[in-house]
C-alpha cells in the first residue's frame, strides 16, 4: 500500500516535471518567435477614418494608415508597428508624461511649435543625412523652414497649413455681391451688409466669425495681417517682440473694424459656419471635411474659398507644420527611420510617396512634399484645397522658437481683451510684448 | 517596537505616496523645471517662480480672484438653495421621488453638463434667451461677455451640485429631534423662529462640512470652465482672464507652456489659500449641532 502511493507520488512528480519542460520550451519558443520581431511605437495625433481608413460600405476607398503599416509588415516580416492614437488636444502631455517614465514612442509626431523644446531638451534623434537631403531637395520651402531649428531640420515634414477665407456663396449672392471681397475694406462692408439681426437687435447671421479658442487659431490671422503690412512677430535674432510696433496695431485695428462695423462681435463662432449661421470666416485647410459632411449635396453650392482679403496690396497668410521625428531615447532608431524613409521619402512610380497619398486621399490635407502636391491634382486641386495650395506661395511659416506655444498663448490672450474692447490695441500688444520679451531674455538673451 | 512594525506599512505607504511627492513639488517650484528635461537637469531658480506668480502675472491672480468668487459664489449659494430645497421637500409626499429629480445632475459628467448648459446659453438660439424675449426682456451674451461668463459657469455649477447638498441636508435634517420642535411650539415659538433657533443652529456641523469639502472641490474646479467658456465654443469667445481659474491654469502652465515649476509653486499657493480658508471655517463654525444645547 505505502509503496504504491509512493509510487504514486513520483509518477506526480515526474508529470509535473514533465509538463515544466514542456510550458518552459514552449515559451522559450515564444520568446525567440517574439524577440525576432521588432516593435516601433508610432504616436499620431490622428483618429477614427484616418487610422482605419475610409469605407463605403465595405468597399476600403482611401487606406488609412493603419492599412500602410500592414503593408510595411507584410513587407517587413520582422517589423511591428504599434499605432497609438492620441487627441491632439492631448497629445504633448501624454507625450511629457511618457519621456518622463522612460516609455516614450519610438516615432513622434511634432507640430513646429513643440519643435525648439523637444530639440533643446534632446527628445529627438538627428535626422539621417540622406533623408536632411531629401527634405532640402524634395519639399516646398515653408514646409524645409517649418521643420528647421536653429539652422538643422529636425524632421520628416508631414502636413503643413495655412489660411484663407472661407464663405457661404449663396448669402454673398442673396446680398447682391458677386464674388468674395479682395481688400480688407472690402471684407468689413460686406461683413456688415451680410449681418442679419432680428427685431430686438440680436444676431441671426453674422457677416463673419473670427476662428478662437486656442493660440493659433487667434494669433495666426492676425501674423497674416501683421505680415502683410510689413510688420513682424519677433526681432530675426529672437531677442525682443516687435509685433507692437504700427503695423501690429494696424493689424490689430484692422480686425477691430469688423467688430466695429458690426460684421461680427464676440459672439460670433466659426463653427455655425456649417448651419448657415455665419457667411465669412478665416479658416484653415483641414475644416473641408467637416463642411463637406454639413452641406452634403449642396456642398458645391454653397462653399467658396478665396485668399484672405489683402490688407497692403498684398495676402499674406501664417503657416505652421508638423513633422515626423524619432525618439532619442528609441532602442529602434534605424528601424524608425527605416520606416519613415519607406512612408516619407521611397517614391513610387507615378513620383508621388505613400505619405503623399495618405495625406491626399485621406487625410485631405496639404502634402508638403513637392512630387504628392503635383501627383494628387484630383484632391488637390478641388473646391476647398486648391486655394490652401496657392496660398502657400503667400504664406509665411510662423518663427520656430523656445516656448513658442506659451509665447502665443500670451498674445491670443491680450488680442481677445482687445476684441472684447477690455483694453485699447495698442496696450493689449504692449502688454502681450512686455511678457513676451521676459520670456526671450530668458532663453535667448 | 512590534507596534512600529505593526505600523510600518502604514508609515512606508505615507511616506512614499505623501511626504515624498510633497517634498519633491516643493523643491520642483524652486526649478524651471519642463518635465521634458530629467529634473537633474532643472535650473535652480530660488523663488522667481513664486515672485513672478504674485506680481508679474496677471493671469494668475485673475485667475485667484475668479476662483475665490466661484468658490464662495457657488459654496454659499448652493447651500442656501439647497438648504431651502432641504426644507420643502423633506416631509412632503414623494420626497424620494423629488430628492431623485434633484440629485441627477450630480452624477451627470461635468463636461456633459457644460454641452448642455452651452446650449441654454447660446446667444440667438438658446432657451434662455427664448424665455427672456419672450416676456420682453433683452437677449443677453451669456458665455461671451466678460461680465456675465463667470456668474453664467457659476449657475450651472450651482445647479449641477445642489442636488448632493440637499441630500446631506435632509440627513443633517432628520437628526435634529423632534422634541425640540415640540417644545418651542408649547412655548409659542413660530417656524421663523424654529429655524432661526433650533434648525440652523443644530445644523452647524452639516454646514461646516459642506462648506469646507464644498470650498475644496470649488477650489479645484477646471471641466466645467473648460467646456464652457474656453476652447472656442459655439457660443463665441470669453476673454480668458474673465474666467480663468486657477486648476486651469496650472494645467495650461505645465502642460502647455511647459512650465512645471512654476505650475507647481502656484498650486503651492493654492494649498495655502485653502488650508487657510478651511482654517478659518473650521474655527468659526466649529461649535454647534446638539453638543451646543449641553
Not at chain 1, 288 to 299: D, R, T
Request: glycine share 8%; proline share 5%.
Amino acid at each position: 500500500m505505502g509503496r504504491k502511493r509512493q509510487s504514486r507520488q513520483w509518477t506526480l512528480v515526474w508529470t509535473g516535471a514533465a509538463l515544466a519542460a514542456v510550458v518552459a520550451v514552449a515559451l522559450a519558443g515564444t520568446g525567440t518567435a517574439l524577440a525576432a520581431r521588432t516593435k516601433i511605437v508610432w504616436q499620431v495625433h490622428w483618429t477614427d477614418f484616418q487610422i482605419d481608413g475610409i469605407y463605403q460600405g465595405d468597399q476600403l476607398v482611401a487606406r488609412g494608415l493603419r492599412q500602410w503599416v500592414e503593408e510595411y509588415e507584410r513587407t517587413h516580416p520582422d517589423i511591428d508597428i504599434e499605432l497609438q492614437s492620441i487627441p491632439m488636444e492631448e497629445y504633448l502631455n501624454r507625450l511629457i508624461v511618457a519621456q518622463a517614465a522612460g516609455t516614450g514612442p519610438d516615432i513622434i509626431s511634432v507640430l513646429n511649435t513643440w519643435g525648439p523644446q523637444l530639440v533643446y531638451d534632446g527628445v529627438l534623434e538627428p535626422v539621417p543625412a540622406d533623408l536632411v537631403a531629401d527634405v532640402r531637395n524634395q519639399y516646398i520651402p515653408v514646409a524645409v523652414e517649418g521643420a528647421t531649428v536653429d539652422g538643422q531640420i529636425w524632421g520628416i515634414p508631414f502636413e503643413v497649413g495655412n489660411y484663407a477665407l472661407v464663405y457661404n456663396k449663396k448669402h454673398l449672392q442673396e446680398a447682391g455681391f458677386s464674388g468674395p471681397p479682395r481688400t480688407w475694406d472690402e471684407l468689413v462692408q460686406m461683413g456688415a451688409k451680410l449681418t442679419r439681426r432680428a427685431a430686438d437687435g440680436t444676431v441671426e447671421r453674422y457677416g463673419f466669425a473670427f476662428l478662437a479658442g486656442w493660440e493659433s487659431a487667434v494669433v495666426h490671422p492676425y501674423l497674416g495681417l501683421l505680415w502683410s503690412l510689413g510688420g513682424d512677430f519677433l526681432a530675426p535674432d529672437l531677442s525682443r517682440a516687435t509685433f507692437n510696433g504700427p503695423e501690429g496695431l494696424a493689424a490689430l485695428e484692422a480686425e477691430l473694424q469688423l467688430f466695429r462695423s458690426g460684421a461680427t462681435d464676440v459672439s460670433a463662432s466659426v463653427w455655425e459656419f456649417p448651419q448657415g449661421r455665419v457667411s465669412m470666416m478665416i479658416m484653415a485647410s483641414w475644416y473641408e471635411s467637416s463642411l463637406k459632411q454639413a452641406f452634403g449635396s449642396e456642398y458645391e453650392a454653397t462653399v467658396g474659398v478665396a485668399p484672405i482679403p489683402a490688407i497692403n496690396g498684398k495676402s499674406v497668410n501664417a503657416a505652421y507644420s508638423w513633422w515626423l521625428g524619432v525618439n532619442a531615447q528609441s532602442r529602434v532608431k534605424k528601424e524608425a527611420w527605416d520606416f519613415i524613409r519607406w512612408f516619407t521619402a521611397q517614391t513610387l512610380p507615378d513620383g508621388t510617396t505613400r505619405m503623399g497619398t495618405y495625406q491626399a486621399e485621406n487625410i485631405g490635407s496639404i502634402p508638403p512634399r513637392k512630387g504628392d502636391l503635383a501627383g494628387h491634382p484630383e484632391q488637390l486641386d478641388d473646391l476647398y484645397t486648391r486655394v490652401f495650395v496657392q496660398e502657400l506661395a503667400n504664406a509665411h511659416h510662423e518663427p520656430n522658437v523656445l516656448q513658442g506655444a506659451e509665447i502665443k498663448t500670451i498674445l491670443w490672450h491680450e488680442i481677445v481683451e482687445a476684441w472684447h474692447g477690455r483694453k485699447t490695441p495698442k496696450q493689449a500688444l504692449d502688454d502681450a510684448a512686455s511678457k513676451i520679451d521676459d520670456i526671450l531674455r530668458e532663453f535667448y538673451g | 517596537m512590534a507596534g512600529y512594525l505593526f505600523l510600518s506599512p502604514a508609515i512606508l505607504f505615507y511616506l512614499v505616496f505623501l511626504l515624498f511627492p510633497v517634498g519633491l513639488s516643493v523643491y520642483i517650484s524652486f526649478t524651471n523645471w519642463n518635465m521634458l528635461a530629467p529634473l537633474e537637469r532643472a535650473r535652480w531658480v530660488g523663488f522667481s517662480n513664486y515672485t513672478y506668480l504674485l506680481t508679474r502675472d496677471d493671469m494668475f491672480i485673475a485667475s485667484l480672484k475668479n476662483t475665490l468668487v466661484y468658490a464662495l459664489g457657488t459654496v454659499f449659494i448652493g447651500m442656501a438653495i439647497a438648504l431651502g430645497v432641504a426644507l420643502l421637500i423633506n416631509n412632503v409626499r414623494g420626497s424620494a421621488l423629488w430628492r431623485f429629480l434633484i440629485f441627477a445632475p450630480v452624477v451627470t459628467p461635468a463636461i456633459a453638463v457644460g454641452r448642455i448648459w452651452g446650449g441654454i446659453y447660446h446667444p440667438s438660439q438658446g432657451y434662455l434667451n427664448q424665455l427672456l424675449r419672450a416676456v420682453g426682456l433683452p437677449p443677453q451674451q451669456w458665455l461671451s461677455s466678460a461680465e456675465l461668463a463667470l456668474p453664467s459657469i457659476m449657475a450651472t455649477a450651482i445647479w449641477a451640485g445642489v442636488g448632493a447638498t440637499v441630500i446631506v441636508f435632509i440627513a443633517g435634517l432628520r437628526n435634529i429631534p423632534a422634541q425640540y420642535y415640540e417644545a418651542a411650539r408649547i412655548d409659542g415659538a413660530r417656524p421663523w423662529h424654529e429655524f432661526w433657533h433650533i434648525t440652523l443652529p443644530l445644523l452647524r456641523p452639516t454646514v461646516l462640512f459642506l462648506s469646507v469639502t464644498g470650498l475644496i472641490s470649488a477650489w479645484q474646479v477646471f471641466d466645467l470652465v473648460y467646456s464652457m467658456a474656453l476652447g472656442g465654443t459655439e457660443s463665441g469667445t470669453t476673454p480668458a482672464r474673465a474666467v480663468m481659474v486657477v486648476a486651469l491654469y496650472l494645467y495650461t502652465t505645465a502642460f502647455r507652456s511647459l512650465r512645471a515649476g512654476r505650475a507647481t509653486a502656484g498650486a503651492l499657493i493654492l494649498f495655502v489659500i485653502i488650508f487657510g480658508l478651511t482654517l478659518i471655517l473650521l474655527r468659526v463654525l466649529r461649535r454647534g449641532g446638539l453638543e451646543a444645547y449641553e
